[in-house]
């Protein structure tokens, strides 16, 4: 495929690039260029991330780094390649799907001797493209931004953006819409599809490529310790480093309430962070059916979903593992499959963990007694259709009135099934009580687990149609400053922290933007 022509070259802004994944491994991409934008305008620089990383804010965050992020020139040093990789989409195969609308400019070690990928969103189509006009929306831009900042001050790990710039020019989907490109910081774009895409072409010495630099990219140190074993120990390994960053990131979700809303195996990462912000939203009302994205028709990746269907994306990558492990096509099957077997009690141990957490209880021994009582709650938020959210912060709010009843907050929420609610908090007070530790310090770890703001799905949704039809960014900005600050008591009361109505959460849909 042939390399488009080269928009014109930066000046240097102080970003040193390496080029690791275009070394190590041919046939993984293709060399391309973006697509630059008629009339760029900032929407926003993330200079928090800037400074975090190590980079020049001000250099970046000024008009060159415009001219960069906009794509009308190329900084110093990138070299912008467009990833190949496949995936099951909805349970369906697609042994090509690709970048059709990202670049990878290169990679940049920050501050911390960590490496990241420095990559564009919505620069043009690229020969992955099938047909598409590789362009991004206003909306969906701020969505990544607001969603992805939001995920980082709740400790969930995530890709971020650095920088979102309105393109000037208009795109089309259902309607109209201004369009924009954002530029995202990322561990890696290594994704469960990227090894589907080189074992449906029965690649095996590009799968060797892969799984080595897999391993020292993420698992370095179980490289090390793999050195010298053979190839099945060394693919399975991988496999198991993945489940552990997929099971404890899943965990986080279902702690929050986050719905991705389209976990096909090309948006699994091997890093273990969250990518792709597309139809995504925070669950309200507990209901462990919440689907939100207008393309998942059967509710595939509905909130309950979630950990299922984690499970079944590590079996496509096992499947594709097999033909690196040098064994008979019986005996790799088995060992991979057992190594998939231990998947529910690796998440469950998350699951326990988390639970633990927003319920401020120590590991006394009692897993199952802990997790009984967790799932306890939890079907009484689904059966009083209690907010997610705010059903967990508002416990707090009982160890600090020092007795085991509900409060005026739970009352409000749970209505005429506060008196189912109560001898639950009985069972919960006592199970407090044969820990170490006074009950104010149970609630002060429940407060710096259990988010007070999240980002509600319809100030959400003003915020990006003020951004979008208006070009007015002040309602995005306030909600971004809100949701930075997920635990701070003092936005009680704010809009920030009420849950939704049922008015606001009627027929709430979220959409992919592309």
């Given at each position: 495929?042939n390399?488009?022509?080269?928009p014109?070259?930066?000046p240097?802004?102080?970003?040193?690039f390496?080029?690791s994944?275009v070394?190590?491994?041919p046939g993984?991409?293709?060399?391309?260029?973006p697509?630059?934008a008629?009339?760029?305008?900032?929407?926003r620089?993330?200079?928090?991330?800037?400074e975090?990383?190590?980079?020049d804010?001000?250099?970046?965050?000024g008009?060159?780094?415009?001219a960069?992020?906009?794509?009308?020139?190329?900084?110093a040093g990138?070299?912008p390649?467009?990833?190949?990789?496949a995936?099951?989409?909805?349970?369906?195969f697609?042994?090509q799907l690709?970048?059709?609308?990202?670049?990878?400019?290169g990679e940049?070690?920050?501050?911390?001797?960590?490496r990241?990928?420095?990559?564009?969103?919505?620069?043009?189509?690229?020969?992955?493209?099938r047909?598409?006009?590789g362009k991004?929306?206003?909306?969906?831009?701020?969505?990544?931004?607001l969603?992805?900042?939001?995920m980082q001050?709740?400790?969930i790990?995530t890709?971020?953006?650095?920088?979102?710039v309105?393109?000037?020019?208009?795109?089309y989907r259902?309607?109209?819409?201004?369009g924009a490109?954002?530029t995202?910081?990322?561990v890696?774009h290594?994704?469960v599809?990227?090894?589907q895409?080189?074992?449906?072409r029965g690649?095996?010495?590009?799968?060797r490529?892969?799984?080595r630099?897999a391993?020292?990219?993420?698992d370095?140190?179980?490289?090390?310790?793999?050195?010298?074993?053979?190839?099945?120990?060394?693919?399975?390994?991988?496999l198991?480093?993945?489940?552990?960053?997929?099971?404890a990131?899943?965990?986080r979700?279902?702690?929050v309430?986050f719905?991705?809303?389209?976990?096909?195996?090309?948006?699994?990462t091997l890093?273990?962070?969250?990518?792709?912000?597309?139809?995504?939203a925070?669950?309200?009302v507990?209901?462990?059916?919440?689907?939100?994205?207008?393309?998942?028709?059967?509710?595939?990746?509905?909130?309950g979903?979630?950990p299922g269907?984690?499970q079944w994306?590590l079996?496509?990558?096992?499947?594709a593992l097999?033909?690196v492990m040098?064994?008979p096509?019986e005996?790799?099957?088995?060992?991979?499959?057992a190594?998939?077997h231990?998947y529910?009690a690796?998440?469950?141990a998350?699951?326990?963990?988390?639970?633990?957490?927003k319920?401020?209880?120590?590991d006394t021994?009692?897993?199952?007694?802990?997790?009984?009582?967790?799932d306890?709650?939890?079907?009484?938020?689904?059966?009083?259709?209690?907010?997610?959210?705010?059903?967990?912060?508002?416990?707090?709010?009982?160890?600090?009135?020092g007795?085991?009843?509900?409060?005026?907050?739970?009352?409000?929420s749970?209505g005429?099934?506060s008196?189912?609610l109560r001898?639950w908090?009985?069972?919960?007070?006592?199970?407090?009580?044969r820990?170490d530790?006074?009950?104010?310090?149970a609630?002060?770890r429940m407060?710096?687990?259990?988010?007070?703001v999240?980002?509600?799905?319809?100030?959400?949704e003003?915020a990006l149609e003020?951004?979008s039809?208006?070009?007015?960014?002040?309602?995005?900005?306030?909600l971004l400053q809100?949701v930075?600050?997920?635990?701070d008591?003092g936005?009680?009361?704010?809009?920030?922290?009420?849950p939704?109505?049922a008015?606001?959460?009627?027929?709430?849909?979220t959409?992919?933007?592309?």
């Amino acid at each position: 495929m042939n390399q488009r022509l080269p928009p014109a070259a930066a000046p240097d802004l102080g970003l040193t690039f390496d080029h690791s994944y275009v070394r190590e491994l041919p046939g993984l991409y293709v060399p391309w260029q973006p697509s630059p934008a008629p009339a760029p305008r900032w929407l926003r620089f993330n200079e928090a991330l800037a400074e975090a990383l190590g980079l020049d804010a001000q250099r970046l965050g000024g008009p060159e780094g415009l001219a960069v992020f906009s794509g009308q020139a190329v900084p110093a040093g990138a070299q912008p390649v467009a990833l190949a990789y496949a995936g099951h989409q909805f349970g369906g195969f697609s042994p090509q799907l690709g970048d059709g609308r990202a670049l990878l400019l290169g990679e940049f070690i920050d501050r911390h001797g960590q490496r990241h990928d420095l990559a564009f969103k919505g620069s043009g189509p690229t020969p992955f493209a099938r047909g598409g006009d590789g362009k991004a929306a206003v909306g969906p831009v701020l969505r990544e931004y607001l969603i992805s900042e939001a995920m980082q001050a709740l400790g969930i790990p995530t890709t971020r953006v650095l920088a979102a710039v309105a393109t000037g020019e208009t795109i089309y989907r259902d309607r109209p819409l201004p369009g924009a490109i954002l530029t995202r910081t990322a561990v890696s774009h290594l994704r469960v599809g990227s090894f589907q895409f080189l074992a449906a072409r029965g690649d095996v010495d590009g799968l060797r490529r892969l799984l080595r630099y897999a391993l020292a990219r993420h698992d370095a140190p179980m490289a090390q310790a793999l050195d010298g074993a053979d190839a099945a120990s060394i693919a399975l390994g991988l496999l198991r480093g993945v489940m552990q960053r997929q099971a404890a990131l899943v965990a986080r979700w279902m702690g929050v309430g986050f719905i991705h809303g389209v976990m096909n195996t090309d948006n699994m990462t091997l890093s273990g962070e969250t990518i792709d912000y597309g139809p995504c939203a925070f669950m309200e009302v507990h209901d462990p059916e919440t689907v939100f994205s207008s393309i998942d028709y059967h509710g595939r990746y509905a909130y309950g979903n979630q950990p299922g269907i984690a499970q079944w994306n590590l079996a496509r990558l096992a499947e594709a593992l097999l033909p690196v492990m040098d064994l008979p096509a019986e005996a790799a099957v088995e060992r991979a499959t057992a190594v998939i077997h231990e998947y529910p009690a690796i998440y469950q141990a998350q699951w326990l963990a988390e639970c633990r957490r927003k319920l401020g209880l120590l590991d006394t021994g009692d897993a199952r007694g802990d997790q009984a009582l967790a799932d306890a709650y939890l079907q009484l938020l689904h059966r009083w259709e209690v907010d997610h959210t705010w059903g967990f912060r508002a416990l707090a709010g009982v160890l600090r009135s020092g007795q085991p009843e509900p409060t005026a907050a739970l009352t409000e929420s749970f209505g005429a099934g506060s008196a189912e609610l109560r001898p639950w908090l009985q069972r919960w007070w006592q199970r407090l009580s044969r820990q170490d530790g006074s009950l104010h310090e149970a609630a002060d770890r429940m407060e710096a687990a259990n988010p007070l703001v999240i980002p509600r799905n319809h100030l959400v949704e003003a915020a990006l149609e003020a951004a979008s039809a208006d070009a007015n960014l002040r309602p995005f900005e306030a909600l971004l400053q809100a949701v930075r600050r997920p635990f701070d008591a003092g936005q009680a009361g704010t809009v920030w922290a009420r849950p939704a109505t049922a008015q606001q959460r009627q027929g709430y849909q979220t959409f992919c933007g592309t």
